[in-house]
């Protein structure tokens, strides 16, 4: 396949367009443009958060987990980071691994003991 559009473009145009791409739910197609964009800054938490977000609407689980685990490992207190991953886990089957997360994330946004 031509990944030619998927590549085109700035940086922040690349950005922009993934945005697109997630916002009408185009999930493989806005992980084609994240991937790259990932790939050139991958420090950066916010694409390769919506990368993990695209993979996981797009139900490739296990490249959601991975990309999860990197932002976890480097910002062990990134609350939607961590929600996300215990999701991930919960929705492979996985809940003793998620249970740890998401008690983190709840305890990181404030809601850790409500019902």
């Given at each position: 396949?031509?990944?030619?559009?998927?590549?085109?473009?700035?940086?922040?145009?690349r950005?922009?367009?993934?945005?697109?791409?997630?916002?009408?739910?185009?999930?493989a197609?806005?992980?084609?443009?994240?991937?790259g964009?990932?790939?050139?800054?991958?420090?950066?938490?916010?694409?390769?958060?919506?990368?993990?977000?695209?993979?996981?609407?797009?139900?490739?689980?296990?490249?959601?987990?991975?990309?999860?685990?990197?932002?976890?490992?480097?910002?062990?207190?990134?609350h939607?980071?961590?929600?996300?991953?215990?999701?991930?886990?919960?929705?492979?089957?996985?809940?003793?691994?998620?249970?740890?997360?998401?008690?983190?994330?709840?305890?990181?946004?404030?809601?850790?003991?409500?019902?």
């Amino acid at each position: 396949m031509d990944t030619m559009y998927y590549d085109h473009g700035t940086p922040a145009e690349r950005w922009e367009r993934a945005g697109m791409f997630f916002d009408a739910k185009d999930y493989a197609a806005a992980a084609r443009v994240l991937g790259g964009l990932v790939d050139e800054a991958p420090e950066q938490t916010g694409p390769r958060l919506l990368l993990a977000r695209a993979y996981y609407h797009s139900a490739q689980l296990r490249r959601a987990e991975a990309e999860l685990r990197v932002i976890v490992e480097r910002d062990p207190v990134e609350h939607y980071a961590r929600l996300m991953l215990g999701r991930t886990l919960q929705r492979q089957g996985r809940d003793d691994e998620a249970q740890p997360h998401l008690r983190i994330a709840a305890a990181l946004d404030g809601t850790f003991g409500e019902e």
